[in-house]
Every structure is written in structure tokens, then in C-alpha cells.
């Protein structure tokens, strides 16, 4: 039994999941919708953006990123509840690799996220963002999303195993939301006091949006600082980064289920 | 050695300052069922969990199935199924998806994961059930489940942890009558468990474990008798001399008597309960005492407890 035909299995039975309870994922697309529709709408109105540009083309990006980096508290839960019921330790106690339970929490949440991603690209297209860049530059700022959202799951994994308690789940739900406020994802750092906007700034969900907003070819909302001419790299460095940090982390908790 | 499926030699396991496992030994020749029974904190699931290869000992050494769990762990877990507390089955999905799951994750093709599903689900009466999701599963049924799915690859070696705790006599009826089974097929089944009588009924043997080690092991009639057999208890009315009629039944029956006062309630342990309690009217009734109640019953887990420990505390 390889480790990737195990961690396949373990992602077939989430993607099982999604057809024997269709509402979950389609509660979380309407959620990421909804923040679209508020923010966008809503908000949109009252919201300049700073080297001008219309409010919803500059918007759509930065919820693009926003909802993977929320990926974490999905990823986190999962890890938790499958811990805490004793499903980890059953799968623990079989014949697999020791990394099958974490890539097949990767694969369900990477096509979940891609889906995600599919849907509220579709729905920016209809409220009228548009896609100004070429298909190349395109392509590149759907990967880079879906980089950052890769990078988060490790993350989700860590924080899953580690902190496996119902409490540790619904702080990970709250905590994102600051981490989300303070980014460019909704608007420009350039409208902050100038100490939160350079932490903002610095926010790897920042550089993300950015860059995405950058290959989309819509307003970045960026007129000085690093993100002017930096932010494809930031976007690719920081969830390598993070990647860099939290594998071997995670590789550690669950090492140390064994304790 | 040879015929012993499953050793345990001086298992060491400590969280922080609480030894979890404190020398802890144990052999259990294949095919049989031994009962690992203890209180809560007793250190038997961390045992199980050492044997069942998912946490590092600090000492000693094991092995299950010929093979040691610290050094050969994948080959352990081809050769043991483990059935934890929790009901650690996948509750938005079937059973039969379940089982088909854990099937393919244990290396079987689709196909033959489909076909072992499909056995599991009939051997343990499921079949009705196998396209429900198992949160709507009833306890028992969900226990079951649980129980198929640590038997995928048929273990030489079937851990079951508690795996009653918390249900319904009849879906603990049920459990039980599976266990019988999976054991009839020759699997060797370590099975922890809080209640004598639990253990009483299903165990070939019994190994009584506190504090981390094994205080007293061995079949289930000597283990008894260790702790000195049946339990009869007579209620006496308030207008009857306590003490006098304790005394003067203690010499009917041979045993001396356990007095509580404020239950008025006299106990004798006894040797086989049935002959006690005809000797016990008897002497009743020349005492010409209607008792308020008279009950015959087993040694609870607690007096096999007192009754152990004071004995190692004594050795």
C-alpha cells in the first residue's frame, strides 16, 4: 500500500462526503458569495480605491484570496473532529504510510478549494469583474491562489493536530477573521494609519491578492511599498515559506500522537 | 513462548509524573479471548495503545503476532485489528462505505473491498443498514460497525478497548455475541473492560490490572475465587437484633459476617452461592427472622479490587 494510493482513499472519502451531504460545501460557497455581495455592494459604494479603479474589479481578487486563507479553520476542524473520534488513531493503527492521513486531507481540501475558487470566479464574472490580462497571467494568479491556499493547509493540519479540542476549533474560526481584515483582500493599505497599513501590507494574503490582482489586470489599489513590484514574488515566497514551516510542524504533531 | 500470540515484558509509559504503565507483563496464548479488567486510570487503554503500535513505550519490550511492536510496527498492523473507545467510524458516510474504505486503506482492490464490506455487513447484521448514513445508526449498530471494521484482513490479534462502555444491555448483548464469534473464527481478542461481569462472561482469562501492572491473573473461576466467591446479603427488619443474628448465622453458614449498621444488611461471602442460601433460610427460619431482603450476588469490581490490592499491599 502506497502512501499516495492511501491518501487517495482518505480523499475519496471526503470528496464521498460532499455527495452524501451536498449542503455543507454549498453553505460555504454561499458564505464566500455573501461576503462578495456585502463587500462588494454593500460596503463597495463607500470604499475609493487608492490609483482609482472600479470598487468590484479591485474586490474580487481579494475575496479570491480571502476565502483560501479561510480554508485553514476547514482544514483545522476536519483534522480536529477526525482526531478527537478516534478516526486518526484507527487509521494510525493500519498499514499505510505515516503521511497518507495528511495528504488526503490536502487532496479533499484542494479540490474543495478549487471548486470554491471555479464558483466565485464564475459569480465575480456575473456581478461584472472582468479578467483584463492575458490567459497566461491569468492562469498564473488562479495557481498562486491556490499556493497560498496549499500553504494554509498545512497550517489547518498543524493547529488540527495540535490543538484538537472543540475550543481550539471555534478560536481558529474567529482568529482568521482579524488576520483577513488586516490584509489588502478588502482594502487598499494605502487607506490604513500608516503603522497598520505596513503590517498589512507585509500579510502573505496581502501579497497574494496583489499579485492576483496584478495577472488579472485589475486595479491593485498599490502605489508604493513592496507590493508595487514585489508582490508575485512575495506571493509565491511567503506560502513556500509558510510551507517550509508548518510540514515539518505538522509532521512533528503527529509524530507526537504517539506520546 | 512459541504459541503465545501477544507478549507484553515489563512495559514502561509515563505521562509527565503519572506512570501510565508501570512494568506492565502479559502473555496470551493465540486463539483465546483475555480480559484486561481494571478501573478507570488503571493504564488499560494506554497498554492497548502500545500494543496496537500508536504510542512509544519508555521501557520494555512486546510483541503480537510474532512480530515486535516497537521495531516491526508495519508488520503488526497487517496482523491486528483495533476497536478504540470511541466508535471511530466515518459517521456521514454508510457502513458500507466505511467498511469498503477501511478495506482499500488495509491494500485490497475495490472489487475485494466491496466483496469483504459486504461479508462484514451480513456476519454482524448490518446488511439492512449498509447504505444509511451511521449517524443514524443506533448505538449497537454503530458499535458493530466499528468492530467489522478492525476485522477487514481477519487479525490474528483483535483489540478491543471498552467496548461496551456506554451501551444498552441488549446492544451490549449484541457486542458480546460478536466477540463470541470473531473468536470462534480463531482470532485472539485482548478485550478491556470495567465490569466483572463483563469479563466474566467472554473471557478464557482474566488479568486484573491496576496502577499499570497486572496485580492477578488467570481464569475467570480461580480469579473468583481469590476473591472469595458469591456475595450473599440479608436485610434484616429494625425491630431484630442486629449483631445476635449475625453471630449465630455466621456459624450456620461458616463465613463471618459484614455488618452495615445503617443498611442493616449482614453479608457473607460465600463458596457456591446456592447451597449458602439454602442454609441461610434455614437458619432464618429457626431464628424465626422474615428477612426484609436476601439477595445472592457476585463480587463487584470494587471488592475484587479491595480484595487484590490489600493482598499485594500484604505480599
Redesign the interface.
Known sequence: MTTLRAGWVITQRDLAHWVRQPWAPIFGLLFSIMLLLVFGFLFGGAISVPGGGDYITFLLPGMLALSMMFGVETTATAMANDARKGITDRFRSMPIGSASVALGRVGADMANSAVELLVLILGGLLIGWRISGDPASAALAVLLLLLLRFAVLWIGIFLGLTFRGEGATVAVQVLVWPIGFLSTAIVSAETMPGWLGALAAWNPLSATASAARQLFGNPTGVTEGPLVDGAVWLAVGWPLLLTAVFVPLSARAYRRLRH | MTNHTLTADGLRKRYGDVPALDGFDLSVPAGVIHGLLGPNGAGKTTAV?AL?????LDGGSASVAGFDVRTQA?QV??R???V???????E???GR?NLV??G????LNSADARVRADQLLDTFDLTDAADR?VSTYSGGMRRRLDIA?GLILTPAVLFLDEPTTGLDPRARNEVWTAVREISGRGTTVLLTTQYLDEADQLADRISVMNHGRIIASGPPDALKRQVGGDRVSVTVPLREPLASIAQRMSVAVGAPPAIDTDTRTITFEVGTGVVAIAEIVRALDELGVTPEDLMLRRPTLDEVFLTLTDKEVAR
Do not use: E, P
Open positions: 495503545m496496537a503500535t500508536l504510542i512509544d508495519r498492523r497487517r491486528i485489528g483495533l478504540g473507545q470511541h466508535a471511530a467510524v466515518d456521514i458516510l454508510g462505505q474504505m477501511f482499500r486503506l488495509y491494500g448514513a471494521a
